[in-house]
Nanobody, 132 residues
């Protein structure tokens, strides 16, 4: 049974950092692409960062480039999102999700697809609030 569990959210002031973790179970991480998504009230869910575990290719959404870093930890079966220089507009529920990496995607170059509609397994989410 595929399971993803997020942790690490909280309330921080602008400019501070948080580290989100997504612990996965029930599947071999190496075969998957894992993504972090966020959804603020009244807005659509958007891709923040996604990683193809097999080769480490990464996508970052423009608003988080240079501030967020996604990493995989094979030993812990986890994918982490380090968020630095947080801004009030980063406030949202953050979700991790998984999908099998497409064969076509594995043999071509380029960033992983980070569209929520492509991901079938989801965690329950963790809230991040950035406020002074």
């Amino acid at each position: 049974q595929v399971q993803l569990v997020e942790s690490g959210g909280g309330l921080v002031q602008p400019g501070q950092s948080l580290r989100l973790s997504c612990i996965v179970s029930g599947f071999t991480l190496d075969h998957y692409t894992i993504g972090w998504f966020r959804q603020a009230p009244g807005k659509e869910r958007e891709g923040v960062s996604c990683i193809i575990i097999r080769d480490g290719r990464i996508y970052y959404a423009e608003p988080v480039k240079g501030r967020f870093t996604i990493t995989s930890d094979d030993a812990k079966n986890a994918v982490n999102l380090q968020m630095n220089s947080l801004k009030p507009e980063d406030t949202a529920g953050y979700f991790c999700a998984a999908r099998l990496t497409d064969l076509q995607e594995m043999i071509t170059s380029g960033e992983p697809v980070c569209d929520a509609s492509h991901y079938g397994s989801w965690g329950q989410g963790t809230q991040v609030t950035v406020s002074s």
